[in-house]
């Protein structure tokens, strides 16, 4: 019965190593390469590694709530999309370039 437990939780372990670790080099690759250009970069220079970042956030969120209820990580879940459409909603004026005041910008600073 142990062993069976063990085969389980091994495969899970390689078959989300194996997930993560392409979707994290594939995140890498196209997102260090601009540390080494030296003129202006743009959003849309980000947005490869932003695909790859959006399927690894998926990975891990899967292999974190893996052993929870189907009910609850959909509650997580959903708690989850309210952040990223608030987020959305709150910072577009920078993607879009609609009206946004030096106030505004102040606040939406992360750190001090």
């Not at 063990?6 to 190593?17: F, R």
């Not at 080099?25 to 250009?37: A, K, Q, R």
Request: glycine fraction near 4%.
């Amino acid at each position: 019965m142990n062993t069976v437990i063990e085969h389980k939780t091994s495969a899970k372990v390689v078959k989300y190593d194996m997930l993560c670790g392409f979707l994290f080099i594939g995140w890498g690759l196209h997102y260090f390469p601009f540390y080494l250009m030296k003129r202006q970069l743009f959003i849309h220079h980000y947005f490869p590694a932003l695909y790859f970042a959006i399927l690894l956030s998926c990975a891990v969120f899967d292999l974190v709530t893996s052993t929870l209820r189907p009910r609850v990580r959909l509650q997580i879940a959903a708690v989850l999309a309210v952040i990223a459409i608030w987020n959305f909603v709150y910072l577009s004026p920078l993607a879009y370039g609609n009206p946004w005041t030096k106030a505004a910008c102040k606040n939406a600073r992360w750190l001090k």
